[in-house]
């Protein structure tokens, strides 16, 4: 039976979370009991105990300048002897057909290996955004002697956060809103599991700042008048992987650009409203799309396309030839811990 936790048993799931999971006594106490509370869990239940479950994290993500709330799916595991059976993917098909009924955008998780992502990908998920790699020591340079890099204080957090939220909006088409209390939530993960907020001053105003949670980089933002002294590697390692739950909700919500009209076939495996052929008429910001039977299109079908092909080109990561385009490439940024 598949179903969602109430909150008085939430913790119930922990024996399953550490059979699954790696992660350190003082990381698990400090998510269970400061984070769980405020995130949906779906199990799968089989011989009347709980053998998979699904954590849901609401996020607040901002897409283009328009704020809108989505689900960072987190947390997916099942018992080893009851994996290879189709439990996981039952849970997800189920949480997808949820997620389509709440009128949901889209999703996106991080694998934790490539195996995983394979099955993520047979539900529709696809890369959206890569992790850059680390520079050698050697090649990190240095800031000058007009340019104050020291680690942040509480104080900073405010003006951080809107350094942060400014960049956010100049440089991507989609990333997780940077407010106060996510760099608060950053400076609480930091003190669990080791690592430093960096920031560069320079005339008392913040022009960049560097996370770092256990000797990686989780986010690097430099105001162009930096950039020279990034310590990320152009080259990187797929990373986050992204499926648009309701298309008409994504697409008008980003836009294309330009203005045409464009004939789609799409396959979805878990969603049938997402599958079939669309007339996607787009220009001057608006964006229609008109599902439609194969059979009274008068015009050929230009592109046929599965779900996960049409996520990956709408946030920029593999650009389809010849469908308008919706984000610039590189332009997804959702680097996330919890």
């Not at 990908?121 to 800031?143: H, I, N, T, W």
């Not at 204080?153 to 440089?171: G, P, V, W």
């Not at 400076?187 to 005339?203: R, W």
């Not at 933002?221 to 309701?246: C, F, H």
Request: with cysteine.
């Amino acid at each position: 039976m598949i179903r969602y936790l109430e909150n008085n048993e939430k913790q119930n799931i922990r024996p399953l979370y550490e059979h699954c999971f790696d992660d350190t006594k003082e990381y698990t106490d400090y998510y269970f009991q400061n984070r769980l509370p405020g995130n949906h869990v779906i199990v799968n239940e089989r011989d009347n105990k709980i053998v998979n479950c699904v954590h849901l994290i609401p996020k607040t993500v901002i897409l283009g300048k328009l704020k809108t709330n989505i689900i960072y799916i987190y947390g997916v595991g099942t018992y080893e002897e009851y994996r290879k059976q189709g439990i996981m993917s039952e849970t997800f098909k189920y949480l997808l057909k949820d997620m389509f009924m709440d009128m949901e955008a889209f999703t996106y998780l991080i694998p934790s290996d490539e195996g995983k992502a394979k099955v993520y990908s047979g539900l529709g998920f696809e890369y959206v955004m890569d992790k850059q790699d680390l520079k050698p020591v050697d090649q990190r340079k240095k800031a000058t002697h007009s340019l104050i890099y020291r680690k942040a204080e509480k104080s900073d957090l405010i003006r951080l956060a809107i350094f942060a939220q400014a960049s956010m909006e100049k440089n991507y088409s989609v990333s997780l809103a940077k407010d106060s209390d996510y760099f608060k939530k950053i400076n609480e993960l930091i003190k669990i599991e080791g690592g430093d907020i960096d920031i560069y001053v320079e005339n008392k105003v913040i022009v960049g700042y560097r996370i770092w949670i256990d000797g990686e980089i989780l986010e690097e933002v430099l105001d162009p008048s930096i950039q020279s002294l990034n310590w990320l590697e152009s080259t990187g390692k797929p990373y986050v992987m992204a499926r648009i739950i309701n298309i008409r909700k994504t697409v008008r919500l980003l836009g294309f650009q330009g203005e045409g009209r464009k004939i789609l076939k799409i396959t979805d495996p878990v969603l049938e409203e997402n599958n079939g052929c669309f007339i996607l008429t787009y220009g001057h910001g608006n964006v229609k799309l008109d599902k439609v039977k194969e059979e009274q299109l008068m015009e050929d079908i230009e592109f046929d396309l599965t779900i996960g092909e049409l996520t990956a080109h709408i946030f920029g990561y593999k650009i389809i030839e010849g469908l308008p385009l919706v984000c610039k490439k590189d332009s997804f940024f959702i680097n996330d811990y919890l």
